[in-house]
């Protein structure tokens, strides 16, 4: 295992001196400062994201012999969403680290390219594209440690074909295998994600080159999420109105909700009822003739069709245990990686397509092992027999597929 005194001095360096490092998270370490690739399976809120915040400190302790107060090493993150790009580029920031993120737009890359900044992260289009360039550079050949691929099912997920004859949703997911002709073959990569079946765990594998790497598996199971199906063919005011009279009687004190849908016109169905039913109940401190809107309503509608300023207003909220927003309507890619507070309950509208994102999303709750929290699944009439039969399983059969026996 990683020296418990060098790490601990990274721990402050990176404002994290209270922190005590789990087992797996020092063998990820131990791992990567050796050369070695490392896949990472580990539940939300497991702390994954500290493996790559103390990998500057921990190359540049591996390469000069002891830890330096500003670190050399430049780290790339791969990271699915601008959203939450900005929320770890945030927090890293705020603890006096050099952090940014980069995207298919155009930027100003003049510092960036200069190196000054210890932690790059970026989606797979702006590495593969726009922004190739930079890991050719002489200071990326020179200074790159290692390159973590954040929430990597997302390469089984979204780069590759869901049919044949279908186009992957992002195909450059699906050619992140390319970033090792990008830099040196010393260059070690890390794939941290919350859920992958052995399938999903043999595509990331094989599609980064990632051959006789570490395999470092945490139990998904969180014993503190309770697991409910219900069987329903009543209408959605129905099925809702308990939540509903819920937010009317508590208001700001409501217990935080996500229900997933399956498509955007479901969050518009759930939108528009609560709109009606809730009337002025449904904004925090309503002005009779002032303006009420996303900023103090109780509700709010999350997908990818949501214009960007309101995505981060309902993301800043859901982060703060006392955010206005109590309920998200939303589709999958909601809170994905992100540290949500206080968030206890979590409603499927109809199932996802496959276990895997189920687990994936019903992770988003549970984050405190001290409380108990619950994912209830709605299955109407209609749905996938196949589907439904998995989550009908028993417990241990949901998540024997996640198991670390090969």
């Not at 050719?136 to 089984?156: M, P």
């Not at 709605?378 to 439904?388: N, Q």
Request: hydrophobic fraction near 35%; proline fraction near 3%.
């Amino acid at each position: 295992m990683a020296s418990s005194s060098y790490i601990n001095r990274v721990l402050q360096l990176i404002g994290r001196p209270s922190l005590i490092m789990r087992d797996y998270q020092r063998k990820v370490v131990e791992s990567y400062t050796e050369g070695k690739d490392v896949f990472v399976c580990a539940p939300t809120g497991s702390g994954k994201s500290l493996t790559y915040e103390v990998a500057p400190h921990c190359f540049d302790f591996h390469r000069f012999g002891h830890v330096r107060e500003q670190a050399t090493t430049v780290i790339i993150v791969v990271s699915p969403l601008i959203a939450l790009m900005k929320e770890q580029v945030q927090k890293l920031s705020e603890r006096g680290l050099k952090a940014v993120y980069i995207s298919d737009q155009k930027i100003d890359m003049t510092s960036i390219v200069e190196g000054r900044f210890n932690y790059v992260f970026g989606s797979p289009e702006a590495f593969l594209c726009q922004h190739r360039s930079l890991l050719l550079s002489d200071t990326y050949q020179s200074r790159v440690g290692a390159i973590f691929v954040d929430e990597s099912h997302c390469i089984k997920k979204w780069g590759k074909e869901a049919q044949a004859g279908m186009k992957a949703f992002r195909q450059h997911y699906g050619q992140l295998g390319q970033l090792r002709s990008l830099l040196p073959a010393k260059v070690p990569v890390v794939t941290l994600t919350a859920t992958a079946t052995l399938g999903t765990r043999k595509v990331i594998i094989d599609d980064l080159c990632m051959k006789g790497c570490e395999v470092i598996i945490e139990n998904p199971d969180k014993p503190n999420i309770k697991y409910n199906v219900i069987n329903t063919d009543d209408d959605l005011e129905t099925v809702f109105m308990w939540l509903v009279d819920e937010i009317k009687l508590k208001q700001a004190e409501t217990p935080r909700v996500i229900i997933f849908c399956r498509r955007r016109r479901h969050c518009s169905e759930l939108f528009e009822l609560f709109s009606v039913k809730l009337g002025s109940h449904a904004f925090y401190q309503y002005e009779h003739k002032g303006q009420n809107d996303d900023r103090n309503r109780y509700f709010a509608m999350f997908h990818s069709k949501t214009d960007d300023v309101i995505k981060e207003s309902i993301i800043s909220s859901f982060q703060k245990p006392n955010g206005i927003v109590r309920v998200v309507f939303a589709t999958s890619a909601f809170s994905m990686g992100m540290d949500l507070k206080s968030v206890d309950q979590v409603i499927h509208f109809g199932p996802p397509s496959d276990v895997e994102g189920y687990l994936q999303e019903t992770g988003r709750v549970g984050r405190d092992r001290t409380t108990q929290s619950s994912a209830i699944l709605l299955l109407y009439k209609g749905d996938d027999d196949d589907i439904i039969q998995a989550y009908r399983s028993k417990r241990p059969q949901i998540f024997s597929d996640f198991s670390d026996d090969d």
